[in-house]
């Protein structure tokens, strides 16, 4: 059986006291890096939300996710259907500080800060969510709905373009923008490609749902 995700032990009765919350974490895994919380950018109202994996040397400096190249590229996908890409999207990351030397997060720590992010899905609300890479599908769709027992089984260009429900809202997982920034070309059948596919579906179903 699947577990609800939201039984967690954190709760706020806001998003801003959440942020506050986690601003003032001091005991986090990766709080003695000296590196910042980097919780959130856009629009705490908004109905569709997008999870990165982690803030790297650009996110670190504005406080903000994807602000360096790959959050260029994604804000130019969201907009290719026709989403606002600052006010009509609301996006934060798996980890929320950089992890050092950006390196991969770790199970640790994807576990410690899980049920803050799954808070902030909670207070946000959005009626979609798109998760760009590995990690961000392992964080919140989770193994048990993707058929894996690790992080490492994960198979991004098999389990990509798929709508998953978690608790009432629809999940899909798309690339990482830094892999497309690595695999440029928009030939049918490649990386790009799919990606554009696949956002035209989460914009029809965002439509669908009636989103604004
Ligand atoms: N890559 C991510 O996954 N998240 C960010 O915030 C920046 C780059
Ligand atoms: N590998 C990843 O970890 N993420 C992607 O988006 C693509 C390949």
Partial sequence: MQTDLFHQPIKFETHDDC???MEALTDDPLADTGHRMVIYRGNPAADLMV???GP???E????KPYVGRSGKLLDKILESVGFDS????YVSNTVFRRPPNNRDPEPTELAYYKPYLMELIRLVNPKVILTTGKYSMWQVIGGERLGVKSISQLRITRL??????VDGRYVMPIFHPAYLLRNPSREQGK???HTWQDVQAV???YDELGGM
Avoid: L, S, T, Y
Avoid at 60 to 63: D, I, N, R, S
Avoid at 86 to 89: D, P, R, S, W
Avoid at 160 to 165: F, M, S, V
């Fill in 60 to 63: 670190e400096q504005q406080g």
């Fill in 51 to 53: 999870i990165g994996e």
């Fill in 56 to 58: 790297g040397a650009n």
């Fill in 203 to 205: 914009r029809a179903k």
């Fill in 191 to 193: 990386p790009k490609w």
């Fill in 160 to 165: 990509r373009g798929q709508w998953h429900q």
């Fill in 19 to 21: 942020i506050a919350a």
């Fill in 86 to 89: 600052q006010n009509g999207v």
